[in-house]
Structures are given as structure tokens and as C-alpha cells.
């Protein structure tokens, strides 16, 4: 069985472009609406337990169904034991093989290098900002509960 899971992070963000790509290579899909920092993610639990000897997990891309290059690394090496194949729809590449490894790698590292560098451009903007006098976050509200400018 071919078995696809997608993710995407927010209700506003749409998995359409996923659900698209793998449809046509996957007999069953798995969609999951939550950030891949949250420690719960029961769609890709279950189908991680579902998974069977023979089977082939499909994700669109290695950053929509792994936390970190840790977290990748790690769920590959026990589907691998349990005779479950992976593949990345985007890159054609045999994940069991070395190379098929090192390039597993190389991508989960650069996705990891690409989320901390925007949460730290992110933060060192918001930081610019205060020093401006911004207020950042939520609007401040008066006793009145009216919005304060």
C-alpha cells in the first residue's frame, strides 16, 4: 500500500498543492492541520502504527512530515527496520540506499538551518522594532476594553 501524509500548519494555510501531488501516486491520503513542533500529532501517529511490511510512506516534502533533521532521521531508520519504504514526492530518490541516507540528510539539515534562521530573523525584527518604540504583539486595551493606538 501506498500510504501519503501531508501537513499543513494552520486552517488559513491550504493542502491542496500536497493533496494534488500525491494523489497520483498514493492509495490512501493522511491530512493533518498542525504545527510540526507540536509533541501530539495524532494523523501522523496513526499512521505511522499503520504502516505495514511493504508499504510506502509518501510525504510531498521532507519539512510536511518531520520536526527536525533529528526527528527524520530517526522515524526513517525505524520504518526501514520494519520493511516500509519512504519516499519524498519531490525528490526521486531511494531513501534505503547510503546516498539515498546522505541526501536525507543534507535536505532535513537544510529545512532545520531555513526554520531557525527565519524564527531568528523574525525575532531580531521584533527586537529592531521595540527599540523603535513598537509596541508588538496584541493591541493594548484600556479598562474600557477599547483598543489604545
Known amino acids: 500500500m501506498k500510504v501519503g501524509y501531508l ?3 494552520t486552517d488559513d494555510q491550504n493542502p491542496q498543492r500536497q493533496i494534488d501531488g500525491l494523489e497520483a501516486v498514493c492509495d490512501e491520503l493522511h491530512v493533518e492541520v498542525i504545527s510540526a513542533t507540536s509533541r501530539k500529532r495524532p494523523v501522523f501517529n496513526h499512521v505511522m502504527r499503520k504502516l505495514r511490511r511493504g508499504d510506502t510512506l509518501f510525504v510531498y516534502d521532507l519539512d510536511r512530515g518531520f520536526r527536525n533533521t533529528v526527528d527524520a532521521l530517526t522515524h526513517i531508520d525505524k ?34 538551518l531555513e526554520l531557525e534562521t527565519l524564527s531568528q530573523r523574525t525575532k531580531q525584527g521584533m527586537e529592531a522594532a521595540k527599540r523603535r518604540g513598537k509596541h508588538i504583539g496584541r493591541p493594548k486595551r484600556n479598562k474600557n476594553k477599547e483598543k489604545i493606538k
Open 79 to 112: 520504518l526501514k527496520v520494519r520493511g516500509v519504504k519512504f519516499r519524498i514526492l519531490t525528490f526521486d530518490v531511494d531513501c534505503s540506499t547510503p546516498f539515498g541516507r546522505f541526501v536525507i540528510t543534507v535536505l532535513a539539515a537544510y529545512g532545520q
Open 7 to 9: 501537513r499543513v500548519s
